[in-house]
């Protein structure tokens, strides 16, 4: 068993290795690793993102660090499950890379169940060695 995580992060990197770029490989690691605490609640999240890092949701929200912060950690809403369906598009021009990519979330707001596919737009900047979320808007896609 313990095989299979390693397996699974040889064939995730070796899956990238023909396409993409060391950077925008490292910036594909950081969007998972997004994606990953958001679904765990997990506080560390906010060391992904830029000081001045802005959110546009599907719903109209628009929220900064300090609002993320205030909502993350009320639990208002929760993520069972965040799953990369696509990636459509990723540009890098200097230290700056916008990746266009389709989740498919399901999770809970306000005690209620919720499932929807979205449309994200991630701008990531780079910040002395380390990739950070400067911004991300998403659209939900409806069937």
Not at 8 to 15: A, H, R, T, Y
């Given at each position: 068993?313990?095989?299979?995580?390693?397996?699974?992060?040889?064939?995730?990197?070796?899956?990238?290795?023909?396409?993409?770029?060391?950077?925008?490989?490292?910036?594909?690691?950081?969007?998972k690793k997004l994606d990953s605490l958001m679904m765990k609640n997990d506080a560390r999240i906010v060391s992904l993102f830029c000081s001045d890092v802005s959110f546009g949701h599907s719903n109209g929200w628009i929220q900064n660090l300090d609002d993320f912060k205030k909502d993350f950690s009320s639990k208002k809403v929760s993520y069972?499950?965040?799953?990369?369906?696509?990636?459509?598009?990723?540009k890098q021009f200097k230290s700056?890379?916008?990746?266009?990519?389709?989740?498919?979330?399901?999770?809970?707001?306000?005690?209620?169940?919720?499932?929807?596919?979205?449309?994200?737009?991630?701008?990531?900047?780079?910040?002395?060695?380390?990739?950070?979320?400067?911004?991300?808007?998403s659209v939900e896609i409806k069937p």
């Open positions: 068993m313990r095989f299979f995580p390693i397996l699974f992060l040889f064939c995730f990197v070796f899956g990238f290795s023909q396409q993409y770029s060391r950077e925008e490989k490292k910036v594909l690691l950081q969007a069972k499950k965040i799953k990369q369906l696509k990636i459509s598009e990723l700056t890379i916008s990746i266009r990519r389709t989740i498919r979330v399901e999770g809970l707001y306000k005690n209620q169940d919720f499932e929807m596919k979205l449309a994200l737009l991630e701008i990531w900047i780079k910040k002395k060695s380390n990739w950070k979320l400067w911004s991300r808007q």
